[in-house]
């Protein structure tokens, strides 16, 4: 059993879409990250979060700890943004959900 | 320069041939951790370290071995590289404790077994 899964595996939208990717997660995980990795490049962390609602820019992420669940938001989505997108949870570890792919069109 | 820097970031060697990747960070930070990336199965650890003198497995150890030679170096070593060892992999780091511990990534080394 994977502690973190994320959906959808794959995702496709058109520039301008509002975009959400979902992740659940166990009991013992106590914060979520939401990582970034771009074609034929390193993994960058967007966001921390053990509680409420982060936002930077056109991303935000919100987690609601009773439901285990976590969602990364990206409005106006554009090129720029298509990247695989990853859940990780710490606990006595990190945990990692098996990513996102997203693909905006132009 | 980055924080967390990987050599090689490409590699492509032949079975049986003994191959070291190594990790260096400027951060400071004395956890260090190797995982590995497949297509559809996601970053999987291999080893990590808590300290210099603390060296644990990961999940899919076997196959690999690890040097931590100073806080901020940690080398991972595939002793006789077999086909299935073709992956990414990276190197990551974080500080010591708490929940809101973050990780810090390497920019990945492809490596390429045939």
């Known amino acids: 059993k994977n502690e973190v899964e994320q959906s959808p595996q794959n995702l496709t939208a058109q520039e301008g879409e509002f975009i959400t990717i979902n992740c659940s997660y166990s009991?013992?995980?106590?914060?979520l990250h939401w990582l970034q990795q771009h074609p034929g490049g390193g993994i960058v962390s967007l966001f921390m979060l053990s509680s409420g609602k982060k936002k930077h820019g056109r991303l935000i992420a919100t987690i609601n700890i009773q439901e285990k669940h976590s969602s990364l938001h990206i409005t106006a989505s554009h090129p720029r943004d298509s990247a695989v997108y990853i859940c990780?949870?710490?606990?006595?570890?990190?945990?990692f959900g098996t990513g996102t792919s997203l693909t905006v069109i132009p | 320069d980055a924080d967390v820097t990987q050599t090689p970031r490409n590699r492509i060697t032949k079975t049986g041939k003994r191959i070291m990747l190594e990790c260096s960070q400027t951060k400071g930070h004395d956890r260090m951790y190797w995982y590995r990336q497949d297509p559809g199965l996601g970053l999987r650890l291999i080893y990590y370290s808590f300290d210099v003198k603390d060296i644990n497995k990961g999940e899919i150890s076997d196959g690999y071995s690890v040097s931590r030679q100073a806080q901020a170096k940690f080398s991972l070593s595939l002793e006789s590289a077999i086909p299935n060892q073709t992956a990414l992999y990276f190197c990551?780091?974080?500080?010591?404790?708490?929940?809101?511990?973050?990780?810090?990534f390497g920019e990945g080394s492809r490596l390429t077994v045939l």
């Open positions: 009991v013992g995980i106590s914060a």
């Open positions: 990780a949870g710490t606990g006595n570890q990190f945990y």
């Open positions: 990551a780091t974080s500080v010591t404790g708490g929940a809101g511990r973050e990780l810090f």
